[in-house]
């Protein structure tokens, strides 16, 4: 039978041992104490030392000082190109016109018959694309050799050919034949002159050519006013692109180097201007039935082919923003008095 002193000394024993005070208070210096994600885990708390604080990592800085940046025409940086699309539209000219006559025809070829509207006191006619069932749509309009009193198809009625049989007021007759190409022979004589705006970091120049091949006349608009500058001469490109190329770096100051003249046939049809907002000059052409639009990307010229369908050769193109949203629109002056627009909105 144990004694009083032996229990004594058995419920001292059984009693937890407990930190001393010093112990307790060295703890928090040394060592943080970071809970596991589980409040019920019965494993010891998580022991993170403390270090020194770490250096960011030293990020190598590539020496750009050599880079040449493509200025743009007036000077200004290029910004980002913006991804765009192109809406085709038309404005007819001619208003309120009254058709007098009518021609069935096949002016696109493809075996159904298309319709040519005709107004006696215009010389044109107002093609309507056949689609099949009796269905027709607004097609394209084409210029005649006079303004018709009268017309007949030029083969019989179950027979679809593309001629018309024309007489004027005068009694001329003639056989005409609409055509979605281009025609040489009904191709109007192109004016002896022509004009160009260059955009330089001085302002705009004004390039005047004539019928000499070899030389042109350089206006400045200084103070709303021009400034005759001579003559300078002029070199013809065969290539649309080779034009763009030597006007984009034309030097209007060295009056020894040559302007660059775009090919035969493209001097009211190839226009350059930003169309898509990066401050580097884009090209727009017509060629073979499309508006052609080459675009920057990346900051490099000419890199990105659009075309947007025309069907006839305008007899000029312009650039303008017509819409008001900052993006300079095409516009295709038709012979027949149509007036398309190709709108440009940036994506």
């Not at 004027?168 to 004016?191: H, N, Q």
């Not at 302007?259 to 169309?275: N, Q, S, V, Y």
């Not at 900052?326 to 295709?332: G, K």
Request: net charge negative.
């Amino acid at each position: 039978m144990a004694t009083e002193a032996e229990e004594k000394t058995s419920a001292e024993n059984d009693q937890p041992e407990r930190p001393s005070p010093d112990e307790h208070e060295a703890a928090p210096e040394t060592e943080t104490l970071v809970p596991t994600s589980s409040s019920k885990s019965t494993e010891p708390p998580q022991v993170v030392e403390e270090g020194p604080a770490q250096q960011p990592e030293e990020v190598a800085i590539e020496d750009i000082s050599e880079e040449v940046i493509p200025l743009a025409a007036d000077g200004s940086l290029p910004a980002t190109a913006r991804e765009i699309a192109f809406t085709r539209a038309a404005v007819d000219l001619l208003k309120f016109v009254r058709l007098t006559d009518f021609v069935p025809c096949d002016y696109n070829q493809d075996g159904i018959v298309d319709v040519l509207a005709l107004n006696s006191r215009l010389s044109t006619g107002y093609g309507y694309s056949g689609i099949g069932n009796g269905v027709f749509t607004e097609g394209p309009s084409f210029d005649l050799p006079f303004r018709p009193a009268a017309a007949v198809p030029v083969a019989d009625s179950g027979n679809v050919t593309n001629g018309l049989f024309l007489v004027s007021a005068a009694g001329t007759v003639s056989i005409f034949y609409p055509l979605l190409e281009d025609d040489p022979s009904m191709t109007a004589k192109a004016s002896s002159f022509s004009v160009f705006r260059v955009d330089t970091v001085d302002g705009p120049v004004f390039v005047v050519h004539g019928e000499d091949e070899i030389s042109v006349r350089i206006y400045l608009l200084i103070n709303g006013g021009l400034q005759d500058k001579g003559e300078c001469p002029a070199s013809r490109t065969s290539d649309v692109t080779d034009w763009y190329n030597g006007i984009t770096t034309w030097d209007s100051l060295d009056a020894q180097e040559p302007f660059p003249l775009p090919p035969i046939g493209m001097e009211k049809t190839a226009r350059i201007g930003d169309l898509n907002g990066d401050n580097i000059p884009d090209l727009v052409y017509y060629d073979s039935g499309k508006v052609i639009y080459l675009l920057s990307r990346d900051g490099e010229a000419l890199m990105e082919e659009q075309t947007v369908s025309c069907h006839s050769r305008p007899a000029a193109l312009r650039l303008a923003d017509v819409d008001g949203n900052d993006f300079l629109d095409v516009l295709a002056l038709m012979p027949s008095g149509t007036l398309e627009v190709y709108l440009v909105t940036p994506e």
